[in-house]
């Protein structure tokens, strides 16, 4: 009888690292505890950078707090960030939920906030029309420009099985050159690369704008839409957790073949998922302009459709854990801004992405540190 | 060390997974040079057992020996150096590459050049040697089910083993291909390997093996006994703990309305080429009408056409409706329910859980649907009450689906088709790949839904099956039926011939 002899090994610690594959059920809290973990290690790596290159990750580290969550004042500016983040986050989720890549909340963003800009700008109402008016109708037609943004890939993925990573990335750029085209031209204020500011009936209400009745609120930019984002988080939470059409999302996710099998229209759910995914994205995009810019300008997203998957990720598609993930995406863009080396916000961002995606394989394996016998 | 006789010895193992205790103090001795067949029902503890063996798991307590020698395997890695080599019922190949590269991935060698050539002739004399025939420049896609898993043996065996595992070989074969597996089987114990068996074919196991162990319910029932005077009866005693009926009573029971008929029916398989031409047939309420076939004769387009999820051309009606050409919803409308042939791709949602599962086709209606809302308490209490009603063994109804043997998952499907009250059943090999116990729980079922009056179209390549359960037997061959006669007055070698394309006598 051929018997190979036990793999023999050059050196040995006393310890050695087991992994195996989970037979049992992944345990309840371990998704959550892996993405937190993910953050901690990612700080723990950007602060042995820092130390490398001669900083000093504390002081750098307690400055970033501080920067971010030190005062009533930047905590407002850590959730002015967060705001659009959450939207375009929980539309990712959304999409992802059901297995369609859509990478295009970029450019959802961006048409919705130019489809909210018409409602100003064409113009759909009149110039003395009050906030109730303006505002809800310019929620809607963010969420239209969105989803229209949507659908175009929905629909080709639907009927001709076109690719949705393709289609919306794609359309991403389309988006923000035909953005650019009527802030260049037609809408140009004096030259500009902006639209004239909208009147104040198309703004969101800001803290600072009750500055006069509470004094401490005086310069907070903080506005509505960090409700509406709230909100959003809730109602889509509802959708796929308690709902019909969540259901037949998570169905379809897992198993097309099951899905059709059980009668759901798959091609239908293709569209609307990708319309609502879109949605919430393009309210985004209302949200940042008629909260934070005032009127259509270039550049209004740092990436935040690019931003949405990582957030989608790390909160591990649970819409209610996109809340939390957005408002540290947020302190991380805020802190971009105060903190030399101004990268040390990209080089975190980049690091978290790579321990979450990493950290799946803690949900699917168990590592033990055993006794080398 | 003394020579042993062994080349396996599993001494009092325990697997325990939380709420389950997979393997109780179980031995298993493999002699060297035999076949030992391995028996139970499925959720028996034979995966789990193997699993130990091949270093995929680690038991809870317990030795192993490999030929004497005391061993604890931390991967896969370690069992395969010891010789053990594990082909499993699902094949773990590269479709895209040839034979030869399937059987060198993974290894180290060639350590940089491929010389495939060289290779090539290596694995000509290692099928030589075992009569594992397969051109080692086929393309994996290429090959029948029969050579894919000749290649799975190869791969083994290229790494050296001299123990097998074989998990449930003949589960995917055609009669003809069990053949000369067995024979397959035989060459390689002739030549000095020694042979694990898992089986759930009772025959194959009295026609091949030279001892048994079984197991029930984590425990072993018959420890290495000989197959010397071993029938297929005390066989299934043991694996069942009680008798097992093998022709389920089948009352005699007048059929009634017709239920669902087909007039012309064509539709094309995946390819694009004709799998139905011209297919008309009628169920009646209260009546198990069996389609006999060699496999890729029609059958799984049959179901699919009825079921809405394949276009064709013809009528279908169910009670009236026309059924032909229309999404799957409209079938499970009109009472349609559904056991696809394949239950995990198709039937269930692998990482959803049982109650999930069991709401694919409910979640529509009241009380689980409320409007738009779906009430996951009553969804949860529907799914424990199936969970008991239909025996499905799982710690929880939160468990999920990917977790369950093919038995209980197959039970879930039931208890779900079943649920929805149906006014036509279609089933497709609805006891493919289960235990004994398992077939007769399912074979009762279908049973109990035509004393219900539910129409049921049976497809099943098992004619012992379709003997004991329908009403009439229609075959199909290359798309055509090429007869139907009643259950009682058919005879099997007419059966025979009709399905292979003989005319009707």
Redesign the interface.
């Given at each position: 009888?051929?018997?190979?002899?036990?793999?023999k090994r050059k050196f040995s610690l006393p310890y050695?690292l087991?992994?195996?594959?989970r037979?049992?059920?992944t345990p309840r809290w371990l998704p959550a505890a892996t993405s937190i973990g993910s953050v901690l290690i990612a700080f723990l790596i950007a602060g042995i950078i820092l130390k490398q290159i001669g900083g000093q990750p504390l002081v750098v580290m307690r400055f970033f707090f501080q920067a971010t969550f030190g005062s009533w004042a930047v905590i407002s500016d850590t959730l002015v960030k967060a705001t659009p983040l959450i939207l375009v986050g929980l539309g990712c989720t959304v999409a992802f939920k059901m297995k369609l890549w859509n990478i295009g909340a970029e450019g959802q963003f961006y048409m919705g906030a130019f489809f909210a800009s018409l409602v100003v700008l064409l113009p759909m109402v009149s110039a003395d029309a009050s906030r109730w008016t303006v505002i809800p109708l310019m929620m809607v037609m963010g969420m239209i420009g969105g989803a229209l943004w949507g659908f175009i890939p929905g629909f080709l993925k639907a009927r001709f099985a076109v690719n949705e990573i393709i289609t919306t990335l794609m359309l991403n750029y389309v988006a923000i050159l035909w953005n650019n085209f009527w802030i260049f031209n037609a809408w140009s204020d004096a030259g500009f690369q902006m639209t004239p500011q909208f009147m104040r009936a198309a703004w969101l209400p800001r803290l600072t704008d009750y500055a006069r009745q509470y004094p401490t609120l005086s310069g907070m930019t903080l506005h509505l839409g960090i409700l509406i984002a709230i909100l959003a988080a809730v109602i889509v939470w509802w959708i796929l957790e308690?709902?019909?059409?969540?259901?037949e999302i998570?169905?379809t996710g897992?198993?097309k073949?099951?899905?059709?099998?059980?009668?759901?229209?798959i091609s239908r759910n293709i569209i609307l998922v990708m319309m609502f995914s879109g949605a919430l994205a393009g309210l985004a995009g209302m949200s940042e302009i008629s909260g934070v810019v005032h009127r259509l300008q270039e550049r209004i997203s740092p990436g935040y459709g690019f931003t949405g998957i990582i957030i989608a990720w790390l909160a591990k598609l649970n819409p209610i854990a996109v809340i939390p993930v957005s408002i540290l995406f947020g302190a991380l863009i805020v802190a971009g801004r105060e903190i030399q080396p101004a990268g040390l916000s990209s080089l975190l961002q980049g690091i978290v992405l790579f321990m979450v995606i990493s950290s799946d394989f803690l949900l699917r394996y168990k590592v033990r540190v055993a006794h080398r016998? | 060390m003394p020579e042993t006789p062994y080349a396996v010895e599993m001494e009092n193992i325990v697997v325990r997974f939380p709420g389950v205790l997979a393997n109780n103090q179980v031995n298993l001795k493999l002699k060297q040079g035999e076949i030992h067949a391995l028996l139970g029902e499925n959720g028996a503890g034979k995966s789990t057992l193997m699993n130990v063996l091949a270093g995929l798991y680690r038991p809870t307590s317990g030795t192993l020996k490999v030929y004497g020698a005391p061993v604890t395997f931390h991967s896969p890695k370690d069992a395969i150096a010891r010789g053990i080599g594990m082909v499993h019922q699902h094949f773990m190949l590269a479709p895209t590459l040839t034979v030869t590269e399937n059987i060198l991935l993974g290894l180290n060698r060639p350590r940089f050049r491929l010389n495939l050539k060289q290779f090539d002739e290596e694995i000509v004399a290692l099928q030589e040697q075992y009569g594992l025939r397969v051109d080692p420049r086929a393309k994996i896609w290429q090959l029948s089910v029969g050579e894919q898993q000749r290649v799975e043996i190869l791969k083994t065996l290229y790494r050296g083993a001299s123990i097998l595992i074989l998990d449930e070989p003949t589960a995917v074969l055609a009669p003809a291909e069990i053949e000369e597996f067995m024979h397959t089987m035989r060459t390689m114990v002739a030549q000095g390997k020694s042979i694990i068996f898992i089986s759930h074919k009772l025959q194959e196991v009295t026609a091949v093996a030279d001892r048994i162990t079984v197991l029930r319910k984590g425990q072993v029932t018959a420890e290495g006994q000989s197959i010397e005077g071993m029938t297929r009866e005390k066989l299934a005693q043991l694996m069942v703990g009680r008798g097992i009926v093998f022709s389920v009573y089948k009352e005699a029971q007048e059929p009634g309305e017709v239920v669902l008929s087909l007039q012309d029916v064509h539709a094309e398989n995946d390819k694009g080429l004709p799998a139905l031409r011209g297919v008309s047939l009628a169920v009646r309420s209260g009546e198990i009408l069996g389609i006999a076939g060699v496999a890729g004769n029609g059958q799984s387009e049959l179901a699919e056409v009825i079921t809405g999820l394949r276009p064709c051309t013809g009528h279908i009606i169910i009670n009236g409706e026309e059924l032909g050409n229309r999404p799957p919803i409209t079938a499970i409308r009109q009472g349609v329910s559904h056991i696809p042939e394949d239950r995990t791709h198709v039937g269930s949602a692998p990482n959803l859980s049982i109650t999930d599962n069991t709401m694919m086709k409910s979640y529509r209606q009241t009380p689980i649907s409320q409007g738009w809302r779906i009430n996951y308490t009553v969804a949860h209490d529907t799914a424990v009450k199936l969970k008991s009603a239909y025996d499905i063994l799982a710690p929880s109804v939160d468990t999920l689906a990917r977790k369950l043997s093919g038995g209980n998952l197959q039970k879930v499907i039931l208890a779900r088709e079943i649920s929805a009250q149906p006014q036509l059943m279609v089933a497709v090999q609805p006891t493919r790949g289960l235990d004994v116990g398992a077939i007769e729980a399912i074979q009762t079922l279908l049973l109990e839904q035509r004393k219900a009056g539910t129409a049921v179209l049976l497809i099943s390549e098992e004619l012992e099956e379709l003997f004991a359960l329908s009403d009439r037997i229609a075959v199909i061959s290359e798309g055509r039926i090429m007869g139907i006669m009643d259950a009682d007055a058919a005879d099997v070698n007419q059966i025979g011939m009709m399905m292979t394309g003989g005319k009707e006598m």
């Open positions: 009888m051929t018997t190979s002899p036990a793999p050695t087991i992994v195996e594959k037979v049992e059920d308690r709902s019909r059409w969540g259901y998570k169905l897992d198993n073949e099951a899905a059709r099998y059980a009668g759901i229209n016998s | -």
